[in-house]
């Protein structure tokens, strides 16, 4: 009732305005329904006021606008029965135009690295599986993939989860929060095959999606406001690089005793703090895979980080990826 065809039909005898009024008022809200928000973070998988105003109006003038969209989806031919590495692609074609070039590192690191990391990874029922900077949440949703009948059994008409996913990233305007709620959207292309097969756990589908992802708001420490110790099995991220700030999240570390003592490395920059927070995270016997730059490798700063990391860790891989690998360099 509420298909993608079907609002694409109703172009024939409604002006482009009053087909917008529908998605707004009856499409949207039932989305809305299917997936409600996560109560700790306010993010499903649909949020922002693109089309429609706060309290589910169309905005006057876009309809247009959101018939052109809808046109170029369906150029790509039928979006039913595809696997899901086209709708992801197609979920990031549609990203990287939404988004201004300096904000694409936030929310991209490129498919191939992605996958080249996960080819390394053996994961098996039962793990505790983390990304802390998890931007739109491939390194969690690519490993599962192949394989996601084994990872998410049905049983007795309930969605049995065979894996803990956990992604986390902060976000305090519009622009930083559509890393989640990208990341929850990303998740229904992965998984919308089981959805179409159990159409009446959608409610627990959809709380998977809010149990996955977590936005971090509460601190602009984000994710690493919350240390952990000996808790995940896998660590797969891709953490920010930035040297400009990390003076502000380090004065806050220095405010509290408990994330002073955990953070004692003292390392520069914002990737020294997430693989700090990465080597306590792991469980014993855990495995990382962590992109990073390479000044972390020689930076005299870095000293102590790197000798905190042969003491606790054995370190069976360094690979260096060539220039211009990703998207913002």
């Known amino acids: 009732m509420y298909s993608f065809y079907d609002l694409l039909g ?32 306010k993010t499903t998988i649909i949020n922002g006021t693109i089309f429609v105003s706060k309290d589910d109006k169309a905005v006057e003038g876009y309809g247009t606008v959101f018939h052109r969209i809808l046109k170029r989806f369906n150029d790509f031919g039928t979006l039913e029965n595809i696997d899901y590495d086209f709708k992801s692609k197609l979920f ?9 070039k300096k904000n694409w590192g936030q929310y991209f690191t490129p498919l191939k690295v992605v996958r080249a990391i996960v080819n390394m990874v053996d994961l098996s029922p039962g793990m505790e599986v983390c990304d802390p900077a998890c931007g739109v949440g491939k390194f969690l949703l690519e490993p599962i993939c192949n394989d996601l009948h084994r990872f998410f059994l049905v049983e007795d008409g309930e969605l049995k989860p ?30 919308s095959g089981m959805i179409r097969e159990h159409p009446d756990l959608t409610g627990e ?24 110790t000996d808790k995940y099995d896998l660590i797969l991220t891709n953490p920010p690089y930035v040297m400009s700030g990390s003076s502000n999240l380090k004065e806050e570390i220095g405010k509290q005793d408990d994330l002073k003592k955990h953070y004692a490395i003292n390392a520069m920059g914002i990737e020294g703090l997430f693989m700090e927070w990465i080597v306590r995270a792991l469980k014993p016997g855990g495995k990382a895979f962590v992109v990073v730059p390479d000044g972390i490798m020689n ?9 905190f990391i042969l003491e606790q860790c054995v370190v069976d891989a360094v690979i260096s990826l060539p220039l211009n690998t990703f998207f913002t360099t």
């Open 10 to 41: 109703r172009y024939s005898g409604n002006n482009e305005n009053e087909v917008l009024e529908y998605y707004a008022g009856i499409v949207r809200v039932q989305i809305k329904k299917l997936f409600p928000w996560n109560p700790t973070d």
């Open 92 to 100: 990031e074609t549609f990203l990287k135009e939404s988004i201004s």
């Open 162 to 191: 065979q894996i803990a996913l956990h992604g986390f990233d902060k976000g305090f305007d519009k622009e930083e929060q559509k890393t989640i709620i990208l990341a929850k959207a990303n998740m229904l292309i992965y998984l």
């Open 205 to 228: 589908f959809a709380k998977l999606f809010n149990d996955t992802f977590l936005l971090q708001t509460n601190s602009i420490l984000g994710t690493l406001a919350r240390p952990e």
């Open 299 to 307: 930076r005299s700063n870095d000293k102590k980080l790197r000798e």
